[in-house]
Each structure stands twice: as structure tokens, then as C-alpha cells.
């Protein structure tokens, strides 16, 4: 079964999306990189989502997103 992953990660003190084959941003916080995130999990409607977003310490936590 497909599963997508979209990671909120900083890289280079800028906020992106990351994904297989997929790099949006740079954005200047990490809430507008979310917001993007969200947006995308919410175009797959019947596809399962994965975010991971890192926290101040560098950490990834997983969440499905609510739809």
C-alpha cells in the first residue's frame, strides 16, 4: 500500500518540506512549512499521510494529519 511522508525539517536555519523526490521552501518559520505540509496531506484524500516535524531540538515526531 502507498503511504506518503512529508518532513518539516530545518535545514541551513530555514524551515522546508521535504519528501521523496520533493523539496518546497525555503520558508522563514517552521508554522509556514507545516501549514504547506498540511495543505499537501490534504490533496491525497484516500492515500495514508505521514508528517514528521522537527522540534527545537533537531527531533522528529510523527503525526498523522487531520483531514
Known amino acids: 500500500m502507498i503511504e506518503v ?3 518539516v525539517v530545518r535545514i541551513d536555519s530555514r524551515w522546508n518540506v521535504i519528501s521523496e523526490g ?3 521552501g525555503p520558508y522563514d518559520t517552521a508554522e ?8 499537501l496531506a490534504a490533496q491525497a484524500p484516500d492515500v495514508p499521510v505521514r508528517l ?4 527545537e531540538t533537531g527531533q522528529l515526531r510523527q503525526e498523522e494529519p487531520s483531514r
Open 22 to 24: 520533493l523539496r518546497l
Open 32 to 39: 509556514e512549512a507545516e501549514k504547506v505540509a498540511r495543505q
Open 5 to 7: 511522508h512529508y518532513g
Open 52 to 55: 514528521h516535524l522537527q522540534d
